[in-house]
């Protein structure tokens, strides 16, 4: 038995971020150990969306061989084996990483004290038995994830009872507002016109946006459908609670992106960063995929009529302008021109907002 374990090689996925971020890390895993015949094996001790797949999904039949939580056995047998990265063999248990960005601003994790990165290629197979993969950062293909499983069968209830409750046609609204910032009161007023008498779901992770919706919403019939908005501006994802709490939070949020995803009509913003809420995108996925939600609950809750609704992506002013501008001075830049031209549209930009 011990010879057909070390004949085998492994894939040890230890995806980092909160619920999106950490979909797509192991979908990724998930084609690279198809592709290359390595059994995949996941930790989410380095995750901030979730503790343990186990509690929230099952899997669909499957050709690959997975382990969805490692313990510490599982980590004890692989940190044995020979590495990739090779400065990581046996070092599993005490390595600490810090993120940046190479000289290409690609996000990179490193190892704090040597500096060893542990970027790898996705497209080599590479000789050694086992193969760490530790990396964070958001992408758009979380629902490629989720169409591997089916939700846990007291948690899918649940989520069809919330969605049911909502209504048969609703609109919805999610807005990020923790650590990524959103010009959310002027989001509001610009849609707020076109959710005029409808019953609109809407979903934050902001204790004042959802206190403060209904006024500006206000001929709107607002529903919610969990509860988990915080006061202090902290992401939901990397609060120090405890696991009981984390999984709790994790629950919820299903539920909020699930209920999302069902509306005929979802409304998203940008962050004032920039980026779109990697949240924000998977709900705008099952939205447009409802057969998707269908799967996740085990039961037809969403027609083929009704399978793909509408992603309104909302781009306020002060959001278009700030684009508008970082875009001209990067041309700028590549161009050798001076940056006083830079500065001015900068100042136009602080005097019009």
């Known amino acids: 038995m011990e010879s057909d374990l070390l004949a085998k090689r492994y894939m040890l996925c230890r995806p980092t971020g909160g619920l999106n971020d950490t979909f797509c890390h192991i979908e990724r895993c998930f084609v690279y150990a198809k592709?290359?015949?390595?059994?995949?094996?996941?930790d989410l001790s380095f995750s901030d969306g979730l503790t343990d797949l186990r509690k929230?999904?099952?899997?669909?039949?499957?050709?690959?061989?997975?382990?969805?939580?490692?313990?510490?056995?599982?980590?004890?047998?692989?940190?044995?084996?020979?590495?990739?990265?090779?400065?990581?063999?046996?070092?599993?248990?005490?390595?600490?990483?810090?993120?940046?960005?190479?000289?290409?601003?690609t996000m990179i994790n490193r190892d704090s004290k040597?500096?060893?990165?542990?970027q790898i290629d996705l497209s080599i197979d590479y000789p050694e038995p086992m193969l760490l993969y530790h990396h964070k950062g958001g992408a758009d293909f979380g629902i490629e994830f989720l169409k591997r499983f089916t939700l846990e069968a007291h948690l899918a209830d649940e989520v069809l009872a919330r969605i049911l409750?909502?209504?048969?046609?609703?609109?919805a609204v999610h807005i990020r507002n923790s650590d990524y910032k959103t010009d959310w009161v002027q989001?509001?007023?610009?849609?707020r016109?076109?959710?005029?008498?409808?019953?609109?779901?809407?979903?934050?992770?902001?204790?004042?946006v959802v206190q403060e919706v209904d006024t500006i919403l206000e001929s709107s019939s607002i529903k919610r459908?969990?509860?988990?908005?915080?006061?202090?501006?902290?992401?939901?994802?990397?609060?120090?609670?405890?696991?009981?709490?984390?999984?709790?939070?994790?629950?919820?949020?299903?539920?909020?992106?699930?209920?999302?995803?069902?509306?005929?009509?979802?409304?998203?913003?940008?962050?004032?960063?920039?980026?779109?809420?990697?949240?924000?995108?998977?709900?705008?996925?099952?939205?447009?995929?409802?057969?998707?939600?269908?799967?996740?609950?085990?039961?037809?809750?969403?027609?083929?009529?009704?399978?793909?609704?509408?992603?309104?992506?909302?781009?306020?002013?002060?959001?278009?302008?700030?684009?508008?501008?970082?875009?001209?001075?990067?041309s700028y830049r590549r161009r050798g021109m001076k940056r006083f031209v830079f500065r001015v549209f900068q100042r136009i930009f602080n005097k019009t907002v």
């Open 187 to 191: 989001f509001l007023r610009k849609i």
């Open 35 to 42: 592709r290359f015949h390595r059994t995949l094996i996941i």
């Open 114 to 118: 040597s500096g060893v990165s542990l």
């Open 193 to 208: 016109r076109q959710l005029r008498n409808k019953t609109v779901l809407v979903c934050s992770d902001d204790f004042e």
């Open 56 to 105: 929230f999904f099952l899997p669909l039949q499957s050709d690959q061989e997975v382990v969805l939580n490692a313990n510490l056995d599982d980590l004890r047998f692989l940190n044995a084996l020979d590495c990739f990265p090779t400065a990581f063999s046996g070092k599993l248990f005490d390595y600490k990483t810090v993120w940046g960005r190479d000289e290409q601003g």
């Open 165 to 171: 409750a909502i209504g048969p046609d609703y609109s």
């Open 225 to 330: 459908v969990s509860d988990v908005a915080f006061k202090d501006g902290k992401p939901l994802h990397i609060r120090e609670i405890s696991v009981e709490a984390k999984d709790a939070v994790a629950r919820s949020a299903l539920i909020d992106l699930l209920a999302l995803g069902g509306a005929s009509d979802l409304y998203i913003t940008p962050t004032k960063s920039g980026p779109i809420s990697g949240f924000s995108q998977l709900a705008g996925s099952l939205c447009r995929n409802k057969d998707v939600i269908n799967s996740l609950l085990g039961r037809e809750v969403f027609s083929v009529s009704k399978a793909v609704g509408k992603v309104h992506l909302v781009q306020t002013f002060e959001i278009r302008l700030r684009f508008f501008l970082f875009r001209l001075g990067q």
